[in-house]
């Protein structure tokens, strides 16, 4: 059987090329992480915090798509090192806010660097990376409505 009449080819799977893709994408954020001691899901918790902080776990977890086990340790590390602090809210004792610290604050100066360090290291114009966007946004939310 030719691969291109075959269903199941490893090569015509969405799924195998969007692992790969994801692999070897956050791969690439590695060496620009490492320096200011973050992980690839550390920095996506930063990234939601210096957009929107301070914020609930319960937020962050929405935000992230991440469940709350997941999200805890991260932000344990976080608070670890000194980018965040977690404290319960002074109106309702049983949320727990998530806010930035002075140097929370100050890495994301360094954290600027890094898009425009991954679109060179991808090689591809904005255009096109915008274009994927896109097209992954829609691939999420046709996801999202099929488990529904």
Not at 75 to 81: D, N
């Amino acid at each position: 059987m030719s691969d291109m009449a075959d269903p199941l080819s490893l090569d015509r799977q969405v799924c195998f090329a969007l692992a790969i893709a994801s692999r070897n994408v956050i791969g690439l954020y590695r060496p620009l992480l490492e320096p200011m001691g973050l992980t690839h899901p550390q920095y996506l918790v930063m990234l939601a915090l210096w957009e929107r902080a301070p914020l609930s776990v319960k937020e962050l977890s929405k935000l992230l798509r991440l469940d709350p086990g997941t999200l805890s340790p991260l932000l344990k590390r976080l608070e670890a090192v000194g980018y965040i602090r977690r404290r319960r809210d002074s109106q309702d004792q049983r949320v727990l806010a998530v806010s930035l610290t002075p140097e929370g604050h100050r890495l994301r100066g360094e954290a600027e660097k890094v898009p425009p360090a991954i679109v060179g290291r991808l090689g591809m114009n904005m255009e096109e990376l915008q274009e994927l966007h896109r097209s992954l946004t829609r691939v999420i939310a046709a996801a999202d409505g099929a488990h529904h």
